[in-house]
């Protein structure tokens, strides 16, 4: 919830509707790491998580569609 002083739009976890798990929070670290060192598109993101200690849900490599289908699952 905002404060009467803090602008919504300026709220960064307002569409949050809990805390994010520890899974969540690596995946989220790691993406930051990969974009971070140079990734800007989906085929780059995708060989950078496989590059780093974060299997896809399943335990297998991300491709783009697994990336997709757990972005559309976390609702991202």
């Given at each position: 919830m905002t404060s009467p002083t803090t602008p919504q739009y300026l709220e960064p976890h307002q569409a949050r509707t809990a805390e994010p798990?520890?899974?969540?929070?690596?995946?989220?670290?790691?993406?930051?790491?990969?974009?971070?060192?140079?990734?800007?598109?989906?085929?780059?993101?995708?060989?950078?998580?496989?590059?780093?200690?974060?299997?896809?849900?399943?335990?297998?490599p991300w491709t783009e569609?697994?990336?997709r289908s757990e972005m559309r699952r976390l609702g991202a």
């Amino acid at each position: 919830m905002t404060s009467p002083t803090t602008p919504q739009y300026l709220e960064p976890h307002q569409a949050r509707t809990a805390e994010p798990t520890p899974y969540e929070k690596k995946l989220a670290a790691v993406i930051e790491e990969v974009f971070g060192s140079g990734a800007h598109d989906l085929p780059g993101l995708v060989a950078g998580l496989n590059a780093r200690d974060l299997p896809a849900p399943d335990g297998s490599p991300w491709t783009e569609e697994t990336f997709r289908s757990e972005m559309r699952r976390l609702g991202a």
